[in-house]
């Protein structure tokens, strides 16, 4: 059974800092995703990365695919009460399954 | 809208009870997913269809459970004899291709089921 891990389960922070988030595995993905979930929501895309080495940037938001893509991390700079949510990864075992990790939750505060 | 949407939003059933949690997703998309998200957990794979073609269920928790999609569009998941584990959030997603191109999954906003 392939399994994704996620650190820190829980994240508080305050507005204007930096975090990074991470997602971790023992298996392989041919690509692993990040998505955002909020209360009463279901997750939204934040981004797909594929090669393993991948950094890809969103505004403020920077994703990185590990080399071996077994695990991967999400950077956010000068967080914003916007960015309160659920982060979560998912990984793709070459189309034969969708794995989601647990998740991390944060909470940005004003 | 164009979305997934899924109905009813909040359901709540008496132990013993059989449910149906409707998913309409976005139109013309090949592949449907159906995901159990427990309180504070990420989303767990339960079945998923390729038009009307159930490819997959191996997330099934158990035979009391039972997803349709009769005509390729509307997909039906049906909860029988419903126990408090199956309390949870129910999501749906689609995509515009079939499940193993890794196109975007787009997700409803689910059903939250409680059972009683």
């Known amino acids: 059974t392939q399994l994704l891990e996620q650190s820190p389960q829980f994240l508080s922070i305050q507005e204007g800092e930096n975090l990074t988030v991470y997602c971790n595995s023992s298996?392989?993905?041919?690509?692993l995703q990040w998505y955002r979930q909020e209360p009463g929501e279901g997750p939204v895309l934040l981004v797909t990365v594929v090669t393993g080495g991948e950094v890809k940037k969103l505004k403020r938001l920077t994703f990185q695919f590990g080399d071996a893509r077994k695990d991967s991390s999400l950077h956010i700079t000068a967080a914003q009460p916007g960015d309160t949510g659920l982060y979560l990864c998912a990984g793709d075992n070459y189309g034969q399954n969708f794995v989601f990790g647990p998740g991390t939750r944060l909470s940005v505060l004003p | 809208g164009a979305g997934v949407s899924q109905s009813p939003r909040y359901k709540v059933a008496k132990r013993g009870q059989d449910v149906a949690l409707r998913c309409d997703p976005i139109?013309?998309?090949?592949?449907l997913f159906w995901y159990q998200q427990a309180l504070g957990q990420g989303p767990e794979f339960l079945t998923y269809f390729q038009n009307e073609a159930q490819l997959d269920k191996s997330g099934l928790p158990s035979d009391r459970f039972f997803a349709e999609r009769p005509e390729g569009s509307v997909s039906t998941l049906k909860i029988q004899r419903t126990q408090q584990e199956d309390s949870a959030v129910y999501l749906c997603?689609?995509?515009?291709?079939?499940?193993?191109?890794?196109?975007?999954?787009?997700f409803g906003p689910g059903t939250r089921l409680t059972v009683l």
């Open positions: 997603a689609s995509s515009k291709g079939p499940p193993q191109s890794t196109d975007t999954q787009y």
């Open positions: 298996s392989v993905f041919s690509s």
């Open positions: 139109s013309g998309h090949v592949s």
